[in-house]
């Protein structure tokens, strides 16, 4: 069964940078959809980025709030998910998870009722 494990959350001052982690086990992230999304206090919880893992080459989107700023990849020898946030404003505070849906037809999608497989999260602070 798959367990994802997302790490790297805590403190940070606006400018600053953060790099989150998605580790999963039980089940290799093959011809799959990555997604991370993020909720923000008092907010709905949003699609922010995800990639696509498809016959061994890779894909990936971004929302417009965070494009140019964060960047996801993949590390196939550890089956886990990387987001690199760099410029972070205090906008950027909250939950972040990842996410799994198995299959590709989609292509990408940062919908959330499209994934099936979620971590428990981790929490990023933007503030001085």
């Known amino acids: 069964q798959l367990q994802l494990v997302e790490s790297g959350g805590g403190l940070v001052q606006p400018g600053g940078s953060r790099t989150l982690s998605c580790a999963a086990s039980?089940?290799?992230?093959?011809?799959?959809?990555i997604g991370w999304f993020r909720q923000a206090p008092g907010k709905e919880r949003e699609g922010i980025s995800c990639i696509t893992v498809s016959k061994g080459s890779t894909s990936t989107q971004y929302a417009d709030s965070v494009k140019g700023r964060f960047t996801i990849s993949k590390d196939n020898a550890k089956n886990t998910v990387y987001l690199q946030l760099n410029s972070l404003k205090p906008e950027d505070t909250g939950y972040y998870y990842c996410?799994?849906?198995?299959?590709?037809?989609?292509?990408?999608?940062?919908?959330?009722?499209?994934?099936?497989?979620w971590g428990r999260g981790t929490l990023v602070t933007v503030s001085s």
């Open positions: 996410a799994v849906y198995f299959g590709t037809d989609l292509g990408s999608t940062l919908r959330e009722k499209d994934y099936a497989y």
């Open positions: 039980g089940v290799s992230l093959d011809d799959c959809i």
